[in-house]
Nanobody
Framework: QVQLVESGGGLVQVGGSLRLSCVGF????????MAWFRQAPGKEREFVSA????????EYADFVKGRFTVSRDNSQNKGYLQMNSLEPADTAIYYC???????????????????WGRGTQVTVSS
């Protein structure tokens, strides 16, 4: 029903920046809330950020507040995660996920999202 493709990952030095993109295929994403999760080696998948259908509401995990910015452009069926001041702890595979829930609040758990991309690798090194 919905296919998601992430891009923009890569290798950066500590303090650098990356912008991840998530593009949807098969269905307009305008009625879907979008979230970003990440999974580092040996760790569980964790919530990073989320954005409401029209982009009016955002949510961030505490460890990325002030460094990451989530946005979306529904005219291009895309979402973005701008990552600044990257740290080694940010090294992980980053996943885009969407769901059509109509709740007032954004959901921050992975079981709340039905459709997932395959992920893009972000590596932060000294």
């Amino acid at each position: 029903q919905v296919q998601l493709v992430e891009s923009g990952g890569g290798l950066v030095q500590v303090g650098g920046s990356l912008r991840l993109s998530c593009v949807g295929f098969g269905r307009s994403l305008s009625t879907f809330a979008m979230a970003w999760f990440r999974q580092a080696p040996g760790k569980e998948r964790e919530f990073v950020s989320a954005i409401s259908q029209a982009g009016g509401t955002t949510e961030y995990a505490d460890f990325v507040k002030g460094r990451f910015t989530v946005s979306r452009d529904n005219s291009q069926n895309k979402g973005y995660l701008q990552m600044n001041s990257l740290e080694p702890a940010d090294t992980a595979i980053y996943y885009c996920a969407v769901d059509r829930y109509l709740d007032l609040s954004l959901r921050t758990t992975e079981d709340a999202y039905l459709y997932w991309g395959r992920g893009t690798q972000v590596t932060v090194s000294s």
